[in-house]
């Protein structure tokens, strides 16, 4: 059995849930992309479309966005109660049709370990001058024996991957939570 997972959004997840984030602080949504603590003065608001269903939006714990990812207060609590490690949660506002919703968390994927299998992948450099440098991966194969440093990381060889133990995906699975599918 695997005993890492590339978290990713759900099949089901429909297209028009995805948020925009508009960062009330000055700073670039990006700093979110970089795996580092950011601090607390960051002020993030995401938005959904106007036309969506706020109750049925609402039923989900994991949303995608243009910027990072937000989750759920229940979502918050549970990874808490759990001790789920290598996530800093920063306060956010979620407004759906001019309403404003508290106890969101932007999901800030905080540690990175090596994860995949480089046999076993396959990559092409990301710039054809620069053959030793990023890459662009084309078919992710996890390494089975990697030990993640944290719970949820981000992966090393491609840090727009995120990567999540067995331990969180049985616990998100146990408690239903919406919105994600993890991928051995």
């Known amino acids: 059995m695997a005993k890492n997972f ?4 759900a099949e089901d997840y429909p297209e028009s849930y995805w948020l925009k984030i508009k960062m009330l602080s000055g700073r670039d949504s990006g700093v979110f992309k970089e795996g580092v603590v950011v601090g607390e003065d ?4 995401f938005e959904g479309a106007r036309k969506v269903s706020a109750s049925k939006l609402l039923a989900y714990d994991f949303f995608f966005s243009d910027g990072p990812n937000l989750i759920s207060p229940r979502l918050h609590e ?10 800093q949660f920063v306060d956010a506002e ?15 994927v905080i540690d990175s370990s090596s994860a995949f299998d480089l046999q076993k ?3 092409e450099p ?4 620069m053959p030793d440098g990023p890459r662009w991966f084309s078919k992710i194969v996890l390494n089975d024996e990697a030990e993640l ?16 133990s067995a331990r ?5 699975e146990s408690n239903s939570v919406r919105g994600l599918q993890f991928t051995p």
Do not use: P
């Open 168 to 172: 969180v995906k049985s616990i998100f």
């Open 126 to 129: 990301l710039l054809s001058y």
């Open 42 to 45: 960051i002020k993030v608001c």
């Open 149 to 164: 440093s944290s719970d949820v990381v981000r992966a090393k060889e491609e840090s727009a991957t995120i990567v999540v």
């Open 94 to 108: 979620l407004v759906l049709g001019g309403v404003s919703h508290v106890g969101y968390k932007v999901f800030n």
């Open 6 to 9: 590339i978290l990713s959004i």
């Open 78 to 87: 549970l990874m808490c109660q759990e001790g789920i490690t290598g996530v």
């Open 121 to 123: 992948s396959i990559s």
